[in-house]
């Protein structure tokens, strides 16, 4: 059986050094812990967790909070946090809120009855008791792809507004001016990518039409069909769709096909996000695309800072995105 003597002697520091590592204590060089964690995976040591957690009165248990209904890009973004976290010796607890304030508050109920030694959210909570509790009770909290109003929380996101605006003026250079929109209900991102949206219309002289504008029911394929059928049924001139995110966007030309139209023939499509399918569908879909497992690694790290004290100040940090151009928009006709 390996012990802890095993794991020193292997990454050639103190015993001292490889309890301090276990126990997320500082003081330690980044250099000698990664010599530490290498040494921990390279042997598959498994600490006595009862006895590590008397010693930091930690749980290292973290709690991850995801929407119940979550979609591709949050499912990616997960499993990123979910590696790091393990990469960290981390046990990690999932909870799930559905979109209403019953579900955040179930949710709420849930993790109060866990000893967690820290949260992140990949999933935006409206519900302020939510925040308070977290406050009040000084768990160490990340705030994965969105940032709280009130909320003075470590947070990591993109620029959406921006990063929208770049999606719908590259329909604009290829000489499209009808161009509609498919958003969603609730949420920051979605207000910000419509704000984006709007931004480039105002900027390239063309007027905002509310019947351009379609809020699907759901953040699915299926609700991007229906919203995208809903906006044809308009019978409002489109030659163009920019989709909050690239489900939306899947689901809308699933719609397209089965009204007989092409992409990007008939109309050019942009989504948002870059999940794995977007490279994959038929044409393949031009969006935006967010660092998903960077983010994921951040979030980790982030929280690893605010668990190991090196970092007390919340932190805002905004990630880059890309735009990614593929088959689904083309030059008007």
């Not at 995976?41 to 967790?49: A, F, I, L, M």
């Not at 929208?164 to 290829?174: D, E, G, K, R, S």
């Not at 007390?312 to 995105?321: E, N, V």
Request: glycine share 8%; net charge neutral; with cysteine.
């Amino acid at each position: 059986m390996v012990s802890i003597k095993d794991i020193a002697k292997l990454a050639d520091v103190s015993v001292s050094t490889v309890s301090r590592v276990l126990n997320d204590q500082e003081h330690v060089s980044i250099e000698k812990r990664t010599r530490v964690l290498r040494a921990i995976k390279q042997t598959g040591y498994v600490p006595n967790r009862a006895a590590r957690d008397m010693v930091s009165k930690r749980t290292g248990t973290i709690g991850v909070v995801m929407p119940e209904t979550f979609n591709m890009f949050q499912r990616q973004l997960f499993s990123s946090v979910a590696h790091h976290l393990e990469q960290f010796s981390y046990y990690t607890s999932f909870y799930f809120a559905s979109a209403d304030v019953q579900g955040e508050r179930a949710c709420l109920n849930r993790l109060k009855g866990d000893r967690l030694d820290g949260i992140i959210l990949l999933h935006e909570i409206m519900l302020g008791e939510f925040q308070t509790y977290l406050e009040e009770n000084a768990i160490p909290t990340v705030l994965a792809t969105f940032k709280g109003k009130e909320w003075a929380a470590t947070s990591i996101t993109i620029s959406e507004e921006d990063a929208a605006q770049t999606a719908v003026n590259h329909l604009i250079a290829l000489g499209h001016r009808d161009i509609g929109f498919i958003g969603g209900e609730k949420y920051g991102f979605a207000s910000a990518r419509l704000d984006g949206y709007k931004r480039a219309l105002e900027g390239a002289g063309i007027a905002f039409d509310e019947q351009r504008l379609v809020r699907a029911q759901s953040y699915t394929m299926e609700g991007g069909a229906q919203a995208t059928r809903s906006l044809l049924d308009r019978r409002v001139p489109c030659t163009a769709l920019f989709a909050i995110t690239d489900e939306l966007a899947l689901g809308a030309m699933r719609a397209l096909s089965d009204r007989g139209l092409s992409v990007p023939g008939d109309m050019s499509i942009v989504g948002f996000d870059n999940i794995e399918l977007a490279s994959y569908s038929n044409p393949r879909l031009t969006t935006v695309s967010q660092p998903i497992p960077e983010m994921g690694q951040m979030a980790v790290a982030l929280l690893y800072s605010l668990l190991s004290g090196s970092s007390g100040t919340p932190l805002s940090i905004s990630l880059p995105t890309t735009f990614i151009e593929r088959e689904s928009t083309a030059r008007l006709r």
